[in-house]
C-alpha cells in the first residue's frame, strides 16, 4: 500500500506542477513557502526506507546519486527557462515556457534511461527516488526563482540583490 501511496503522491505533485509551471503563477512575497513541497516529497521519500537495495546497495546507490543529480538538473532548467516579469502593481510573475517543456521531456527520458538500467542490472529503485529526486527538482527551482525574483521582490521583504546579480532578472 505504502508504494501505491507514494505513486500517487507522485502523481499529483507532478500533475500540480505541470499546472502550476506553465500558467502564470505568482511568486510569494515573503518567500517563505516555496520549500514546503519539497520537505513533505522528502518526508515520504525516507519515511518507508527503501531507498537503496540491500542487495544491490552500490549499484543502487549511483542510481540514486545520478537520479539526485537529474532532478538538481532539472531545477535549475525549469528555473533558468522560466520567464519571470513584474506586473505595473508591483506582484512578481513566473511562467514555464517552451524550452521549460523541453527540460521536462529530456529530464523524463532521463529518468525512464536510469529505471532502465537499475532494471537491467537486477536493481530495485522504489519510489522513494522518484519522490526525492522531483524534491530535489522543485527545491533548486524554487530556490533559482527566488534568486531571480529577488530585485522585484525586495520591497517586499526579500533580501534585494546585488547589481551584478540584477542582470539575471529578465526585462519588465
Known amino acids: 500500500m505504502s508504494a501505491l501511496f ?3 503522491v507522485a502523481a499529483a505533485v507532478v500533475a500540480l506542477i505541470l499546472v502550476r509551471q ?9 518567500g517563505r513557502k516555496w520549500w514546503i ?10 519515511k518507508n526506507g527503501g531507498l537503496v537495495d540491500q542487495h544491490h546497495q ?9 537520479e539526485l543529480v537529474t532532478g538538481v538538473l532539472m531545477g535549475v532548467g525549469w528555473a533558468w527557462t522560466s520567464k519571470i516579469w513584474t506586473e505595473p502593481d508591483g506582484t512578481v510573475w513566473s511562467r514555464g515556457t517552451k524550452a521549460t517543456a523541453g527540460i521536462w521531456v529530456l529530464g ?21 527516488a522518484l519522490l526525492a529526486a ?19 521582490l525586495a520591497p517586499y521583504g526579500v533580501a ?7 542582470v539575471w532578472k529578465d526585462r519588465v
Open 6 to 8: 507514494n505513486v500517487l
Open 22 to 30: 506553465f500558467k502564470p503563477q505568482q511568486l510569494g512575497g515573503d
Open 37 to 46: 513541497i519539497p520537505a513533505v516529497l522528502v518526508f515520504f521519500a525516507v
Open 58 to 66: 552500490a549499484g543502487s546507490i549511483a542510481l540514486l546519486g545520478a
Open 108 to 128: 523524463i527520458a532521463l529518468r525512464v534511461g536510469l529505471a532502465g538500467l537499475g532494471a537491467l542490472a537486477g536493481i530495485h529503485m522504489g519510489t522513494g
Open 134 to 152: 522531483l524534491a530535489a527538482s522543485l527545491l533548486v527551482r524554487g530556490a533559482l526563482l527566488m534568486w531571480r525574483a529577488r530585485p522585484a
Open 160 to 166: 534585494a540583490a546585488s547589481p551584478a546579480q540584477q
